[in-house]
């Protein structure tokens, strides 16, 4: 009978071991896509800002940040405040073009969450 109970508390030992551990593969998981995306949202900001700058325009700039950032879904779906803006006066020193994109994505397994808006900033001098 010592036996079976052995075997008994060992499954229950595993059990609670291997949640503990699903549960932290799982986070891993999503805290690397959110890392992921972060990154990649940070990159396209700062490349719709120079662009914008360099190009004087801010079409231009939205349609880089739209490129660049791709790859992670389609764009219309969670994308917002991407496209560029132009403060101070041109051709002075305080001219400056800037992005603020955020994006909300969707959890992976729901675990920690449904969804999550991740945001950026990119800020480029005018004329590069």
């Known amino acids: 009978m010592s036996e079976q109970r052995d075997r008994g508390a060992a499954a229950v030992e595993f059990a609670l071991v291997a949640l ?9 998981m ?4 959110l890392w992921a995306i972060q990154g990649s949202l940070a990159q396209a900001s700062r ?11 801010a079409d231009a700039g939205r349609d880089k940040l739209e490129d660049v950032f791709w790859p992670l879904g389609p764009i219309g779906s969670g994308l ?17 073009w800037s992005v603020q994109p955020s994006y909300t994505t969707s959890s992976l397994t729901g675990f920690f969450g449904t969804s999550w808006t991740i945001s950026a900033k990119g800020a480029m001098r005018c004329n590069g």
């Open 30 to 33: 999503e805290f690397g896509r």
């Open 20 to 28: 503990l551990l699903v549960t932290l593969l799982v986070g891993i």
């Open 47 to 57: 490349d719709a800002a120079r662009t914008a700058a360099i190009t004087d325009s």
């Open 80 to 96: 917002a405040g991407h496209t560029p803006t132009q403060s101070g006066t041109p051709g002075q020193s305080d001219c400056l």
